[in-house]
């Protein structure tokens, strides 16, 4: 078996673990979530700087946190 394979499968399987376990608390939390949704905006905003004002208003993460605690 490759070492490397088994790490990668481990990883992806906590990463969802967290996030399922995020969102099935009482209360549901919603900070990994965000903090995704930040780095993707991010990222987005890297790579098409010109539509960063689009991005930022379609991925506003404040709003989106705040829709998901009501």
Do not use: C
């Not at 499968?9 to 990994?32: C, E, G, V």
């Amino acid at each position: 078996m490759n070492i490397a394979l088994d790490i990668e499968k481990n990883m992806k399987r906590a990463f969802w673990d967290i996030l399922h376990s995020d969102f099935t608390a009482q209360p549901p939390k919603y900070d990994h979530f965000i903090s995704l949704v930040n780095e993707v905006k991010e990222r987005l905003i890297q790579i098409r700087p010109r539509y960063k004002k689009i991005i930022d208003d379609v991925l506003d993460a404040g709003f989106l946190k705040q829709r998901l605690e009501h």
